[in-house]
């Protein structure tokens, strides 16, 4: 598997609001069929981002939309009633679950879709390698070279084998997983700012050994 990263589906199942993330949420508009706006289409558009929802992104919530956000609640442990309230909002992300904590040096980053690619790309690594695997995709964002968000990382083509064979959206993170990507988030990089990981026991690009290598923590070896 080779993981020349680049590497956004979540739910926020175990992270649900509180405090000034339950604000938050709870400030966004209650939806149901028969809603429309933008704030409609922002939820066709992560639902259709992490294969939810196959219809139109138009801002009308009809019995599509209603359906995917059951299938969404259903998969997420959530109440399913079809609306999205403070609860489904916070698990899309639209909430302070995007941030991994009040000192968090990296506001805006979705923890949740962060951890989803560290249980699907490191499940049977140390909890070191776990915190390796997401300070490279925040370090992918931060290098000129690689989209500017984590979800274009996350997300650019062909770049990680879990999104294209759907592991990130059907392996939801562990507590492990979760507090991996916030220490990420905080500050701590195992890697010193590598932005390619490897397993060298399965098949890989020879190009990817040109890298210049910095460390290996696991199976995984972790380069520049």
Do not use: C
């Not at 695997?133 to 996350?154: Q, S, W, Y």
């Amino acid at each position: 598997m080779l993981l020349i990263l680049s590497l956004i589906a979540l739910s926020a199942w175990s992270l649900l609001p509180r405090g000034a993330e339950q604000a938050e949420a709870a400030a966004r508009p209650t939806l149901r069929r028969g809603a429309t706006g933008d704030a409609v289409r922002e939820v066709q558009q992560r639902l259709r981002d992490w294969g939810y929802y196959e219809g139109q992104v138009d801002g009308r919530f009809g019995p599509l939309t209603e359906k995917a956000v059951r299938f969404f609640q259903s998969k997420n442990g959530l109440t399913v009633d079809g609306v999205v309230g403070p609860e489904t909002w916070a698990a899309l992300g639209y909430s302070g679950a995007q941030a991994a904590s009040a000192g968090a040096q990296r506001p805006g980053v979705n923890i949740d879709l962060l951890a989803r690619v560290v249980r699907a790309e490191a499940e049977a690594e140390p909890y070191e390698g776990k915190v390796a695997v997401a300070a490279v995709l925040l370090n992918r964002v931060a290098d000129p070279r690689f989209p500017k968000t984590l979800e274009g990382v996350i997300y650019e083509p062909h770049a990680f084998e879990s999104v294209s064979n759907g592991r990130i959206y059907n392996t939801p993170p562990t507590a492990d997983d979760l507090r991996a990507a916030r220490d990420a988030v905080n500050g701590w990089d195992p890697t010193y700012g590598a932005v390619f990981f490897w397993n060298p026991s399965k098949p890989v690009s020879s190009w990817v050994w040109t890298r210049q290598i910095i460390t290996q923590i696991g199976n995984h070896v972790f380069a520049k």
